[in-house]
């Protein structure tokens, strides 16, 4: 897992940035195993991002967009699989839900397994503020936050940097 391991801090994003850019572009591809392997190769730059507890929102964003649209059962898999490692770190978003829930009904058995997961770690999950999902959302667009941290970089910030449960699962 090189690519994971390679984003350790804010320093090493300016690296990632080119990899998660070019990934998301393969992931409007033709091709469905170019698709499945850009899915892999973000999901593995999620976990680093993770770890390093920076903000996931540039590759949570693509990976969210591509499964909206994606027909191929084996890149929906993939890609949900990937959007999965936000259930291990605890960094899912409010903002997701929306997007994930719409396109539920026309995944496969086994990406709408991950993204069931997924939903159910989400933050209103207990409570019942996700039942329903957003029929105006239409993309999974984050907006900053007054300070400029994005709610996923406040997440990830406040969730994995530091935290026990990061720090055992990463050891």
Same mark, same amino acid.
């Given at each position: ?30 091709? $469905? ?28 964003? $693509? ?109």
């Amino acid at each position: 897992m090189e690519a994971a391991s390679s984003i350790k801090d804010d320093a090493d994003l300016p690296k990632a940035t080119g990899a998660i850019n070019r990934s998301s572009g393969e992931l409007a591809s033709g091709e $469905p195993k170019v698709r499945e392997l850009a899915a892999a190769h973000l999901g593995d730059l999620l976990i680093g991002a993770c770890r390093a507890g920076l903000d996931t929102s540039s590759i949570v964003l $693509p990976l969210v967009n591509a499964l909206t649209r994606e027909a191929d059962p084996v890149v929906q898999e993939e890609i949900a699989h990937s959007l999965g490692h936000l259930v291990e770190y605890g960094t899912v978003s409010d903002a997701i839900v929306g997007p994930l829930r719409e396109c539920m009904p026309r995944l496969c058995q086994e990406a709408a397994d991950h993204v069931t997961d997924v939903l159910e770690a989400a933050p209103g999950a207990s409570d019942g503020r996700n039942d329903q999902a957003s029929a105006d959302s239409e993309a999974a667009e984050v907006p900053p936050e007054p300070s400029g941290i994005s709610p996923f970089g406040a997440m990830n910030r406040r969730l994995c940097n530091g935290s026990e449960a990061c720090r055992d699962f990463v050891s």
